[in-house]
């Protein structure tokens, strides 16, 4: 029920989306006798708010084109190297790499928002290295018929993405994945898998909510397990591929968020309706960009999130040593010779300081010298891995540590699983 009471408010929003976009062009029209007076422009700007707020929303284009380097402009390709059924792998390069750059997987995070969110780390990265980066798919477009998908399948994954990169990959999690992603490391340390990375960069990540827990933790916290089963979970529609699919819906994620900052994104459209009065395009375009991203959700398999729930942020069972993979205990002191990378911001109100940092404590196995810890002074979640701040302070901590481990021989042989 949840979700078909979704969509019959979403057909009447599309439709009030339109006749408001329709009424603000109108009023806006030069043949309008009233156009340009300050009732008509105000009427018109509150019009197009409430248009741009309610319009519907696909998968946004990743869309760069370019990338510049040492003030040369460099033409950017994209490709998709990998296809699967709940996620594929991106490949993005461009014409002024050399051919031994280092290359680097981002891993998104798989939490209803889709991997364009990370556009800006994309392209700060791609600036001296060979980025790929996991495009999950949106559960409710996945048929049935393609099984489940958890979170030992979130970690086979990407053990799955860096055997087609090779050996000497290097690799970034950002936020949510930062679990499955130690985790994989972790796996394929025991296993001497020879397509280990070189580095892990976990950023804002969840690796221990006991920590400095946020408001997002004590949400998941204070309901039981069998409360987030029965009440966010709910079934795909027959208007879409993956009908039938348990999901947790992004629109329900989305609804969360927002109302965690209620205020904020209240003033951020009150800001945007000023601009678009005062007739400032380049600044009511920036706002309209960030909801346009901020908006496009996705959905999320019920069992990866309920397992989520259930061992990240209700039993901790990764920094405690009891995290299993496929039967198997994931023995986090198998990592010694993956350079590790956390980072965290000073003013994170989704994973909160010292979460990603416990990365560090848990891994015996691995010398201080390939452990670093860096925490970003007056930067919130978002600003960890987009914006001025990370492009300017951050990126470059995550370059250094790219270059100082690349050339970094890993012995071993890839064993069978015992």
């Known amino acids: 029920m949840l979700y078909k009471a979704y969509e019959i408010q979403r057909s009447f929003l599309n439709a009030g989306s339109a006749m408001a976009s329709m009424a603000a062009d109108w009023l806006g029209d030069p043949r309008y ?14 019009l197009e708010v409430f248009a741009h707020a309610a319009a519907p929303r696909g998968k946004p284009a990743f869309g760069i084109k370019s990338v510049q380097v040492d003030g ?30 280092p290359r680097l997987m981002i891993v998104a995070p798989m939490s209803g928002h889709y991997a364009t969110l990370l556009r800006g780390t994309v392209e700060r990265m791609l600036e001296r290295h060979v980025v790929y980066i996991t495009d999950w798919i949106d559960a409710k477009l996945v048929p049935v018929a393609d099984g489940r998908f958890d979170l030992d399948d979130y ?74 089963k029965h009440n966010v979970i709910t079934d795909v529609p027959v208007n879409y591929p993956g009908a039938g699919r348990k999901v947790y819906p992004g629109f329900v994620q989305l609804a969360s968020f927002m109302s ?12 945007l309706f000023k601009h678009l009065v005062q007739g400032d395009g380049e600044s009511a375009d920036s706002t309209k960009a960030f909801y346009d991203e901020y908006r496009s959700v996705c959905d999320i398999t019920a069992e990866f999130y309920l397992q989520t729930v259930d061992v990240v942020f209700q039993q901790h ?7 299993v993979h496929r039967d198997r205990i994931v023995d986090l002191g198998a990592i010694t010779d993956t350079a590790i990378l956390c980072i965290e911001g000073e003013r994170d109100d989704i994973s909160g ?10 891994t015996p196995g691995l010398p201080d ?12 979640h978002y600003g960890i891995f987009n914006g001025s701040r990370w492009r300017s ?6 370059d250094e540590w790219i270059a100082r481990h690349n050339r970094h021989e890993q012995g071993g042989k890839l064993s069978a699983v015992a």
């Open 260 to 271: 965690m900052n209620l205020g904020s994104h209240m003033m951020s459209h009150y800001g």
């Open 155 to 228: 970690i086979d994954y990407l053990i799955h993405f860096l055997e087609f990169i090779g050996p000497g990959a290097h690799v970034m999690a950002v936020c949510q994945p930062s679990v499955p992603a130690f985790a994989a490391t972790a796996v394929m340390a025991r296993l001497g898998h020879p397509c280990r990375p070189l580095t892990l960069t976990m950023m804002g990540g969840p690796v221990d909510t006991r920590e400095s827990p946020t408001a997002v933790n004590d949400h998941a916290i204070t309901k039981p397990y069998v409360w987030f």
């Open 393 to 398: 302070s951050i990126a470059p901590v995550v």
């Open 353 to 362: 300081i010292g979460q990603t940092r416990a990365a560090l404590k848990v």
């Open 317 to 323: 069972l990764l920094p405690r040593g009891e995290f």
């Open 33 to 46: 006798p009233l156009a340009g007076t300050a009732p008509s422009q105000a009427l018109a700007s509150a």
């Open 72 to 101: 040369a402009t460099h033409t950017v390709t994209e490709t998709t190297v990998i296809k699967r059924p709940f996620g594929d792998l991106k490949k993005f390069t461009h014409d002024g790499l050399p051919d031994d750059a």
């Open 369 to 380: 010298t390939m452990k670093k810890y860096h925490l970003a002074p007056e930067v919130g």
